[in-house]
């Protein structure tokens, strides 16, 4: 492959990042308007953001600014962990971090519509939510790019001890939970449901049976990241089209 090629690919698999990325993001939003309980990776922050709204004592940041500090906070802990084992090439999860967050705070604004009022009404956002979040993670997976934060933590745990990765995403995964649970406690005086309930154990399960099932078929999703488009033809085509509705 040329160093043309090779830039193009990688070009073409980020873009392709981005909307896996995207697609996420728009699964966690969904999930937090729901009202059930918020996905694993958003009960922490969004306990912040909603101590920050109160004035309780943190900065009033927004769910997907307090993502990103909490991204960072897992790639230290990567590196605490790892040491000398650590590649550089990882701290590239500081910027896909950084655009998660960014994107959390995008689809936050744009699903202000979205607020659901009767039970049901809140299962069905809590399911599609969790849905949504899984294609994007099995989308986010294929990509083959740095590991998210949330993945790559455990994934640093698992290679200094041993531990099977699945056994230790669990656990990081019930930790984060229960840090949440502890500083509604500490904010607030009282468990928060909407932020740490039975949507967010329903996703804690649910996100990973969509990650696998959707595995099963992205067959379409390989073709298209395997594609390599050609930017300079697109152009010209699109010239010669424009050029030629213009002549009429």
């Known amino acids: 492959m040329s160093k043309k090629d090779r830039i193009i690919s ?20 969904v999930c937090v308007r729901s009202m059930l309980g918020s996905s694993v990776i958003s009960t922490l922050p969004y306990v912040f953001e909603t101590a920050g709204k109160l004035g309780l004592g943190v900065p009033a940041l927004t769910i997907g600014q307090y993502t990103y500090i909490m991204n960072g906070l897992l790639v230290v802990g990567q590196i605490c962990v790892l040491r000398r084992r650590f590649e550089a090439v990882q701290l590239f999860q500081l910027l896909v971090g950084f655009v998660f967050g960014s994107l959390i705070d995008v ?22 939510g969790c849905t949504i979040l899984g294609l994007g993670i099995a989308f986010e997976v294929r990509c083959g790019s740095v590991t998210m934060p949330g993945e790559g933590f455990p994934v640093a745990i698992s290679a200094v001890t041993g531990m099977e990765f699945p056994k230790v995403k669990i656990c990081v ?3 984060l939970v229960a840090l949440a649970v502890v500083f509604c406690y500490v904010f ?10 039975i949507g967010t154990l329903f996703a804690m399960v649910y ?3 969509v990650v696998r099932t959707a595995g099963k078929h992205l067959g379409w999703f390989d073709r298209t990241l395997a594609y390599r488009p050609g930017f300079r033809r697109y152009v010209y085509g699109l010239a010669r089209l424009v050029y030629g509705k213009i002549k009429k």
């Open 107 to 128: 689809n936050m604004l744009l699903t202000t519509w979205l607020a659901p009022a009767a039970l049901l009404e809140k299962i069905v956002s809590q399911v599609a």
């Open 10 to 29: 990688f070009l073409w698999q980020h873009v392709l990042l981005f909307v896996s990325l995207y697609v996420m993001t728009l699964g966690v939003t």
């Open 173 to 175: 995964d019930t930790g």
């Open 188 to 197: 607030f005086g009282a468990w928060q449901w909407y932020i740490v309930g």
């Open 207 to 209: 996100v990973g049976m």
